[in-house]
């Protein structure tokens, strides 16, 4: 809207709406207050300067009665600018009335409006032959001049009240010179607070209720940061008393960290008693991510574990054992040592029986992995000669002999012949030949027909 709306309005409704008020009577009452006012905070101002002014020159003297008559000094001159601004109030209103009281003046009134458009109506309902039209040019020609009278007063109705209304100083710039219970800042409610918006006493900062708290929106005793609910929490986010860090809940003096919950954990996220580390759960893990009891390492599950995703009770350093007392990884058999273990007091990778002897030698075994060729190779281990290989890997080399018994060469079965006794009951047709060998104090290098130094049968004579 460029222009007021009264602009257009006909004087039936320009002249109602300034008739129908209460009038300047408010405006009178108000601007007789605001002199009221002016005068009692001038007073107040004069004695208040007056008594603190006898006190710090007379019987109070020292740092405390400058500071005491600083902050006096300060309030008297709160109180003088509040009684001049009153007083400027109470003067734009009586101006404000003044203006109103002048358009009213000069407004048309009510009854002399509806009156003009009564004869109208007459003149046009006898206007025989056209006898009334002079009339009722002049009664229109009235009404006209009405209408800009009602206009012209509530135009300079508005310009006056405008600019009695722009002299006005908001109030909002003498009260923020003022502080409540001498806090240093806005709507801070105590004694030495500094700040905005604190309520207690001894507040640092913004939004902080209680008393000694630093920071922003603290509630409490004695807490430094920011958003600590408690006692004498330092750090952000802190709910409980004594809490050193950040997103602690609990009781200070016992976690360290962030973001734990418990006691005398050490670290971050962690959750129970002694714990030190990352994300631990439970009771004096280290580590990162374990659950359970005395677990070290990462993502351990259980109790007295150690290395890295172990589940169950005092495994090694092994990835995923999932049984107890095993020392390596993945197995299937017993008494083994290695990777891949699954039984109890597993020793070696991927065996599946008792006692194996995967990637090392043991008791019968001295290869890798080692299979036999065939059956017959199956046959000829328990009796072998320089040809044979007990337990060997299959297409290969003939390993050094790891048995019980050990020739200078191939390694021999427990019932080893000489060169020429490839086995048990193998031995070409010869006088004793069905007689094994025990594998012990066996003679070798002897042929088919040689004579047997060794135990003979005996001969009997008639």
Not at 82 to 97: F, G, H, M, P
Not at 197 to 223: C, D
Not at 446 to 452: T, W
Request: proline share 5%.
């Amino acid at each position: 809207m460029t222009s007021p709306h009264f602009a257009w309005l006909p004087p039936e409704i320009n002249s109602a709406l300034i008739f129908a008020g209460p009038g300047a009577a408010p405006l009178l009452a108000a601007a007789a207050a605001w002199d009221g006012l002016a005068e009692d905070l001038a007073s107040s101002a004069s004695s208040f300067f007056s008594v603190t002014n006898d006190l710090a020159n007379g019987s109070w003297q020292g740092a405390s009665a400058a500071a005491m008559m600083t902050v006096a000094t300060q309030y008297v001159s709160w109180l003088s600018a509040a009684a001049a601004q009153a007083e400027a109030a109470s003067s734009q209103a009586a101006a404000i009335a003044a203006a109103f009281e002048t358009a009213v003046a000069a407004t048309v009134q009510p009854a002399v409006v509806a009156a003009n458009r009564s004869l109208v109506k007459a003149l046009a309902s006898t206007n025989w032959f056209g006898f009334n039209i002079p009339a009722i040019m002049d009664t229109e020609a009235a009404y006209e001049a009405m209408w800009a009278a009602d206009v012209a007063a509530m135009f300079g109705y508005h310009a006056d009240a405008t600019a009695a209304v722009a002299q006005l100083a908001p109030w909002q710039q003498v009260l923020q010179k003022l502080g409540f219970s001498f806090a240093n800042g806005r709507m801070s409610f105590g004694p030495l607070t500094m700040g905005n918006s604190n309520i207690g006493f001894g507040n640092n900062g913004s939004l902080n209720v209680g008393s000694g708290n630093s920071g922003n929106n603290n509630f409490g005793l004695g807490n430094l940061g920011n958003n600590n609910f408690g006692f004498g929490n330092s750090g952000s986010n802190d709910f409980g008393i004594g809490l050193t860090g950040s997103n602690q809940i609990g009781f200070g003096g016992f976690n360290s960290g962030s973001g734990n919950i418990g006691l005398f954990n050490s670290g971050t996220g962690n959750i129970g008693f002694f714990n030190s580390g990352s994300g631990n759960l439970g009771i004096g893990n280290s580590g990162v991510s374990n659950t359970g009891f005395l677990n070290s390492g990462s993502v351990n599950a259980g109790i007295l574990n150690t290395g890295t995703a172990n589940t169950g009770f005092f495994q090694g350093d092994g990835l995923s054992s999932a049984e107890a007392v095993n020392s390596s990884h993945y197995m299937t058999g017993g008494v083994s040592a290695a990777n891949l273990s699954s039984g109890l007091l597993n020793s070696v990778t991927a065996s599946t029986g008792g006692l194996p002897a995967a990637a090392g030698s043991s008791l019968l075994s001295n290869a890798s992995f080692s299979a036999p060729a065939d059956a017959s190779a199956i046959a000829s281990g328990l009796e072998a000669g320089h040809a044979n290989s007990a337990v060997s890997a299959a297409g290969g080399p003939t390993p050094t002999p790891p048995a019980l018994r050990t020739t200078t060469g191939a390694p021999p079965g427990f019932f080893a012949a000489g060169n020429g006794d490839p086995g048990v009951r193998s031995l070409p047709p010869s006088r004793e030949s069905n007689i094994p060998s025990s594998g012990f104090f066996n003679k070798a290098e002897r042929g088919p027909d040689a004579p047997d130094p060794g135990t003979r049968e005996p001969l009997l004579t008639d």
